[in-house]
Structures are given as structure tokens and as C-alpha cells.
């Protein structure tokens, strides 16, 4: 049964009794929270999206999208297709890609009219060169070599005891990207931040295309880590 309420006499409404007065809410127990944010991640691969989606982020919500197979400008102009077509409302967008492996002078423009495209749109830019997989190995080993790929390819399979060329580019290992790194006592995210830093400092004022190597992935992940609930 509901709880009887105490009828309130004529005679303590006169004298105005303290009981009776309401309390106004303290400005002090008003807890004010920033709303969530919403940012968008296009990648040109699986590992990518599949890496950033595992940051176990608390204040913000983490949209990625795999758009491999096109060029790097293709992707900047796909980019701004996907927010002209949708409601949506993100309070960051980030491109992620790394050099095309031909390495030629086709690719050297495509790479740089990409970043200064998406630079001009507001992205932000999370390139690599010559791959992603630099920001992997700066987990365990600092290079300031202009490294061919293969070269982190072999790098992670001692690493990681696996063939990274056959399978690390498969969905149940790029699942596991994140957590294989966090775990691993050889490996440290915070010196991969401050090795990659390191790395684009020190070429910073070089075209695009000659910073190499260098991977501003950590500035995403300074970004998520910033958000994050570890």
C-alpha cells in the first residue's frame, strides 16, 4: 500500500515552519557531463578499421569504415560523399592510409594531393609511409630507415611468431591486433607515441611523400586514448 502523508496543520502554515520550506537545488550538485562525441575513421583497410574499433573508448563513439582498393585522393573524395549523403552528424573525421606500393611518381602526387585535399576539408590525417604496419613495429623497436614494407612484414612475424604476410591480414588476426599489442610485455604504445612523434618532427617540413618513415597514427590513438575507459 502506498504510504500515508502527514496532513499539514493551519497552524504550522502560519508560523511558516522550516519543514515546510522548500530546498532549493544546490548549484554545486549539478554535474555537468560533455555530451558524447561521434568521429568518423575511413581506412583503406581491414587491420585499420579492426584496430581502431578495439580502443575501448568511454566518451565517444567511434564510427570506421573500410574503403580499400581506391586511390588515396579517391578516398578523400569518397569521404566527402559519405557526410553529403547522410544526417549524421560527426564531431571529427579521420583518414587513415598509407603509400600505394608501387612507389612511383603517380603515386608520390595521389598520396600528397590526398592529405592536402582532406587537410583543405577539415579532415584530419592519419597517413603512413611506406605502411601501417610502422606504427606496429614503433611498438617495439624505433627505425629512422626508409624501410620497404616487407621489411615490417618480416619484423612482425618474428615479433608475433606467425607468417604476418599470410594471415596478418585476416579478420580473426586484425581482430586481435589491439590486445595482442597491450599484452605483450616487449611492446609499449606509449614508446610507439613517442618514437612516431619523434619521426614526424624531424621531417615534418618535407613533402609529404618524402617523409618516410613516418606514421601520424599516433595522433589518432593520443586522440582515443583520450577518451578511453584504461
Not at 562525441?37 to 578495439?54: C, D, M, N
Amino acid at each position: 500500500m502506498p504510504k500515508k502523508t502527514k496532513a499539514i496543520k493551519k497552524t504550522d502554515q502560519r508560523a511558516q515552519k522550516a519543514w515546510l520550506k522548500k530546498v532549493k537545488p544546490s548549484v554545486y550538485a549539478i554535474e555537468v557531463k560533455e555530451p558524447n562525441k561521434t568521429i568518423l575513421i575511413v581506412a583503406e583497410g581491414q587491420s585499420e578499421k579492426l584496430y581502431f574499433e578495439s580502443f575501448p573508448v568511454l566518451t565517444l563513439t567511434v564510427e570506421a569504415i573500410d574503403l580499400r582498393g581506391q586511390s588515396k585522393l579517391k578516398l578523400i573524395e569518397t569521404t566527402e560523399a559519405i557526410l553529403s549523403n547522410t544526417d549524421k552528424s560527426y564531431d571529427e573525421v579521420w583518414c587513415v592510409f598509407d603509400m600505394d606500393i608501387k612507389r612511383g611518381e603517380r603515386e608520390f602526387a595521389d598520396f600528397d594531393n590526398a592529405i592536402s585535399s582532406g587537410i583543405a576539408k577539415g579532415y584530419k590525417m592519419a597517413y603512413s609511409n611506406d605502411a601501417f604496419e610502422l606504427w606496429f613495429y614503433l611498438h617495439y623497436n624505433f627505425t629512422d630507415q626508409a624501410n620497404h614494407r616487407q621489411f615490417y612484414y618480416r619484423a612482425l612475424s618474428q615479433f608475433w611468431t606467425c607468417n604476418y604476410e599470410k594471415v596478418g591480414k585476416t579478420y580473426e588476426f586484425c581482430l586481435n591486433i589491439y590486445e595482442r599489442l597491450k599484452s605483450d610485455k616487449n611492446a609499449s604504445q606509449e614508446e610507439a607515441i613517442n618514437r612516431a612523434e619523434r619521426l614526424f618532427l624531424d621531417q615534418r617540413h618535407t613533402e609529404y611523400h618524402n617523409q618516410n618513415p613516418v606514421t601520424l597514427v599516433f595522433e589518432l590513438v593520443k586522440f582515443l586514448n583520450a577518451h578511453s575507459r584504461d
